[in-house]
């Protein structure tokens, strides 16, 4: 089923990072605290606010602090990471980190608790923090083939087989996917699953002359009238009603892959999380498929992202 099912549901050998090797390079805090100060000032070398030039700065003793080897001047690597005001162990943050880049479908915050013996309460907000770290705003480059789907998360649906929604009076949240064929995948959550709101982000996040696939849903009807004047989008549909799922290229399976690896991870690993938290576990589940054919380890691209968002 599309792209997902398959290679892209599995680690590739690139990305492959054993515990052998976590616990070989990330022996203990001190060796974390190293590399957090390494990867934001390379070789330790950074302006020292005192002398205002360039000076080379070394680890103070029984602190998580450096200081500049002219004036003595110090600074903390941790200051505007997610790090920052943790009295959590280094080592348990990247060990989290490392857990959630070693599988497809990601790690619960029970599992480390049982792992680590933190709390629940502090295996869960780590994981919180670590999922900020996972957020981007993606765009979807086109002249290209983009598959658009809903999906309903959360419990029963009520009534019958309608669809009975958060938004609506009922107890699903809907989310709008958007994936590129080979390329990146969106996936946000809705207040309802209504043309109105979805028509504004499609527009956003998908180019011009893109073609559209979509299943029959009336919520995107108006994908007709937005491929004028051009340049616009072409739309083509599959009609799903009918049990028809494949017709040429036009198809939504790339998608719905993606769904069913949202679903197994969720219920599988998760096993439930609420609506006001599904955005950060849909973000988690985008960055690492947007990550797939990376050639570094799942870890190490999260781990990245520490340096890289710190204010």
Not at 115 to 125: I, L, N, S
Not at 134 to 140: A, C, G, T
Not at 245 to 265: A, C, P, Q
């Amino acid at each position: 089923m599309g792209d997902i099912q398959g290679r892209n549901n599995v680690l590739s050998q690139a990305q492959k990072y054993t515990v052998a090797q976590f616990n070989e390079e990330f022996l203990d805090d001190d060796a974390c605290l190293s590399y957090i100060m390494n990867e934001r000032h390379p070789g330790n070398v950074l302006t020292c606010d005192k002398c205002k030039v360039e000076r080379k700065h070394y680890r103070i003793t029984g602190r998580k602090v450096y200081g500049c080897d002219h004036c003595g001047t110090q600074i903390s690597p941790l200051a505007g990471t997610i790090f920052e005001k943790s009295s959590t162990s280094l080592k348990m943050w990247f060990h989290a980190m490392f857990q959630m880049g070693s599988t497809k479908c990601g790690i619960s915050a029970k599992q480390i608790q049982r792992e680590t013996g933190v709390t629940y309460k502090t295996a869960w907000r780590m994981f919180k923090q670590i999922r900020t770290l996972m957020s981007e705003d993606v765009q979807l480059e086109g002249d290209s083939a983009v598959e658009i789907d809903e999906m309903y998360h959360g419990g029963r649906r009520k009534g019958g087989t309608g669809r009975k929604l958060v938004g609506d009076g009922g107890n699903k949240t809907p989310v709008l996917g958007m994936v590129e064929r080979g390329g990146k995948v969106i996936a946000k959550t809705l207040k309802h699953a209504r043309g109105s709101e979805v028509l504004p982000i499609i527009q956003k996040k998908v180019l011009p002359m893109s073609t559209i696939f979509t299943d029959e849903a009336k919520i995107y009807d108006a994908l007709e009238y937005m491929t004028q004047p051009k340049p616009g989008y072409r739309h083509r549909r599959i009609n799903h009603s009918e049990a028809v799922y494949v017709m040429g290229d036009v198809h939504t399976n790339t998608i719905e892959g993606f769904w069913s690896l949202i679903k197994r991870g969720i219920g599988g690993t998760h096993h439930m999380v609420s609506a006001k938290y599904l955005q950060e576990y849909l973000n988690e589940y985008s960055f690492r498929y947007n990550r797939r054919d990376v050639p570094k380890p799942m870890f190490r691209m999260i781990l990245d992202q520490v340096s890289e968002r710190a204010e």
